[in-house]
């Protein structure tokens, strides 16, 4: 396996071009199948996620066609099954759309339970609570969930988290249901919007999304559309925490600046100096960080995809920083491997307490999930000497060219491929 080898200590410049949002189109290319048209969905990131979805796609009958690198055609007019073997979803969490989607046009799917990401328990039982609300019977057994209806009928939905998964998944299900769902305590992440835009593009009727109240009133047909995804404000938050924990000077474009104004007014308050424009903002760092608390939370507050890069920043910070994670409840995994380049962390609970400024050294770490992945590259950019990441499979998940994108910038960061030598001694 692949890992990254990083040396740290090298101020960051330049520009950097965020990709299209990987958990908008993770959202985006199941709800195609809900179309009796053809899709074209561009913008789209080169991450092994939206490969594995192509993948899955192909394998139920759909014809799925790369235009170029970042733009697919759909056709999913004619599928041949609505069953998904589990060796094709690997380890994709957001798997849990196809069964949205299948229901919502074929009121039918066998999918297996979601992989994907490692924090703490994620349960689907939301979803589960929304698609039988609307008149399905939902059948959990042998790790597979299968869903039937002989018709959908709208209903009101109040979730009791404001679920992401959950959210999209009950109003891909109910775009055809008879009559208006009413889903009550959404979820407001900009991808829900982007996801409910190109639902209606193809012809559905939503209203609401992006507030906590979404009414979809269903539709007898859905035509297909051509949509063009939102930059990805994960990434985008990545690269501005990278340039605020390196050193230097970086803009970061084709963003929507509001997206990431919870992520701006926390590296203002550490001290970074930062402009926006249209579609990109400046991160200046001069090196002289303060502390700061977080905490997780839905959007728009601060992302729990960007907990664990800010923690990695915190290190760096003058004084003691507290960060909550309010979102799930076991997010700090990726601590441990921080901890063998010198940070100094101690988890209480769902708290983080980040002492700063902390010596970091290179050392060989594991990336437990995607984020974390992120956090350990951000740390080995300020880190002395080599440091290297394994498990890297998890950052390709979500990162379009990631060493590429850091390398223009000026870090010192490459690819190696085969084992890490030293990755025996951790198994
Ligand atoms: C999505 C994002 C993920 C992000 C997360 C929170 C995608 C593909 N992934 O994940 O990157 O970290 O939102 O912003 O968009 N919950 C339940 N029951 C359910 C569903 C969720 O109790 O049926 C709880 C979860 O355990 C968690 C909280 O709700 O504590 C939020 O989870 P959710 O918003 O559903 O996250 P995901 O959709 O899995």
């Known amino acids: 396996m692949d890992y990254f080898a990083i040396t740290g200590n090298r101020p960051l410049k330049g520009v950097v071009d965020i990709n299209g949002a990987k958990n908008a189109a993770v959202?985006?290319?199941?709800?195609?199948?809900?179309?009796?048209?053809?899709?074209?969905?561009?913008?789209?990131?080169?991450?092994?996620?939206?490969?594995?979805?192509?993948?899955?796609?192909?394998?139920?009958?759909?014809?799925?066609?790369?235009?170029?690198r970042?733009?697919?055609?759909?056709?999913?007019?004619?599928?041949?099954?609505?069953?998904?073997?589990?060796?094709?979803?690997?380890?994709?969490r957001a798997s849990y759309y196809l069964i949205g989607a299948l229901l919502g046009r074929f009121k039918r799917a066998t999918v297996p339970m979601p992989g994907g990401c490692n924090f703490g328990a994620r349960p689907i039982d939301l979803?589960?609570?929304?698609?039988?609300?609307?008149?399905?019977?939902?059948?959990?057994e042998h790790g597979v969930v299968n869903v039937f209806a002989d018709r959908l009928v709208g209903n009101q939905v109040y979730l009791d988290?404001?679920?992401?998964?959950?959210?999209?998944?009950?109003?891909?299900?109910a775009c055809y249901a008879s009559g208006t769902t009413t889903i009550e305590n959404a979820a407001k992440e900009p991808?829900?919007?982007?996801?409910?835009?190109?639902?209606?593009?193809?012809?559905?009727?939503?209203?609401?999304?992006?507030?906590?109240?979404?009414?979809?009133?269903?539709?007898?047909?859905?035509k297909g559309c051509e949509y063009t995804i939102i930059p990805d404000q994960i990434e985008a938050g990545t690269y501005m925490?990278?340039?605020?924990?390196?050193g230097g000077e970086v803009k970061v474009r084709n963003i929507i600046p509001k997206h990431m104004e919870s992520l701006t007014a926390k590296l203002q308050e550490m001290g970074c100096d930062i402009n926006a424009g249209d579609d990109w903002v400046m991160v200046r760092s001069r090196g002289n960080l303060n502390a700061c608390n977080i905490q997780t939370l839905y959007y728009p507050g601060f992302p729990t995809d960007l907990q664990p890069q800010m923690t990695a920043l915190l290190t760096q910070a003058d004084g003691v920083s507290y960060v909550t994670e309010a979102v799930f409840d076991n997010r700090f995994q990726y601590v441990d491997q921080l901890m063998r380049m010198g940070v100094k962390i101690k988890i209480e609970g769902r708290m983080a307490v980040v002492e700063g400024p902390a010596r970091l050294?290179?050392?060989?770490?594991?990336?437990?999930?995607?984020?974390?992945?992120?956090?350990?590259?951000?740390?080995?950019?300020?880190?002395?000497?080599?440091?290297k990441i394994s498990n890297i499979h998890y950052i390709d998940r979500g990162y379009e060219k990631i060493e590429a994108k850091l390398s223009s910038l000026g870090a010192?960061?490459?690819?190696?491929?085969?084992?890490?030598?030293?990755?025996?001694?951790?198994?």
């Open 70 to 92: 970042s733009t697919l055609q759909i056709d999913a007019r004619k599928i041949s099954s609505t069953a998904i073997a589990a060796e094709n979803l690997k380890d994709m």
């Open 241 to 246: 925490i990278a340039a605020a924990m390196a």
């Open 361 to 387: 050294t290179g050392a060989d770490v594991i990336a437990t999930d995607l984020r974390a992945g992120a956090s350990l590259i951000i740390a080995a950019l300020s880190a002395e000497g080599l440091t």
């Open 412 to 427: 010192n960061i490459k690819r190696m491929s085969g084992d890490m030598p030293a990755l025996m001694e951790y198994i």
């Open 191 to 222: 991808h829900i919007v982007d996801c409910a835009n190109f639902l209606n593009m193809c012809g559905a009727n939503i209203k609401g999304a992006g507030t906590s109240v979404i009414r979809i009133t269903g539709v007898k047909i859905m």
């Open 127 to 140: 979803h589960i609570k929304g698609f039988e609300q609307l008149g399905a019977t939902v059948i959990q």
């Open 27 to 68: 959202a985006i290319i199941p709800a195609a199948l809900l179309s009796g048209g053809i899709c074209t969905v561009d913008n789209l990131p080169d991450i092994d996620d939206v490969a594995s979805y192509v993948t899955v796609l192909q394998s139920m009958g759909a014809k799925c066609k790369f235009l170029d």
């Open 161 to 173: 988290v404001a679920s992401v998964g959950a959210t999209i998944n009950i109003m891909m299900a």
